[in-house]
Every structure is written in C-alpha cells, then in structure tokens.
C-alpha cells in the first residue's frame, strides 16, 4: 500500500552474530503482482525458494536502491536462525484442499483490501 502511495521504500538487514551492523537500502520500489507477466522470471531470476505453495504466492517488490546506508547496530541483540516455520504452507495447502486455488484469492482480497491505516491494499 505505501509503495503504492508514494512509491518509497527501506529495507532494512541487521547483523544478528557477529560484528554489529545495519545495512539500509532506500530507494522506490515498484509492486509485481503474481498475475504480472514478470513475476515468474523475477522468482526464477533471483533463485528466491518459496516454502509456500505457488497458489500462495502473491508479489515481487522490485526497488530502484538510490541509496545505501549503513550504522553500528550496537542496539542489535545476538539471535540465531532456528529454521523455517511450516504455518504458512500448511496454511495455503489447507485452504487449496478446500476451495481451490480461488479460495486463497478470495482470502487475499478480503484481508489486504487496505492497509492498517486505510490506504488501498494490494489489487489480487
């Protein structure tokens, strides 16, 4: 929705082992919806491994970086990666199962009409 308005965005990584360090990108990003002619080159071209199901999918944002910027991240807490969390696949499975592939458009449309402060939501 924001992208939408404005078209700005910032990404933001964190160190979580390691030295301390943010990593900023800022830049304006562009919205590519899974029906988009791009959307399965762009998923390939990156080599982006969904663990959800396809029928799930439902964007790529692309960002123009005008902008990089990084800080001490000495706020950063130490974490570590434990792996991957099943809900959401077992999540789309279900609702495929149930009503087809629609049933996860239907469940798009209904709940990312706008966003939290009412701006227009993704177009499913």
Known sequence: AHIRENGRVVVMFCAFDGPPRILRLHGRG??????????????????FVDPSIPEGRRSVIVIAVERVADSCGYGVPFMSYEGEREHARKWAEKKVRGGGEEAIRTYQREKNAESLDGLPGAEV
């Open 30 to 47: 562009e919205v590519v919806m899974a029906g988009d002619p791009r959307f399965d080159e762009l998923i390939e071209r990156v080599g």
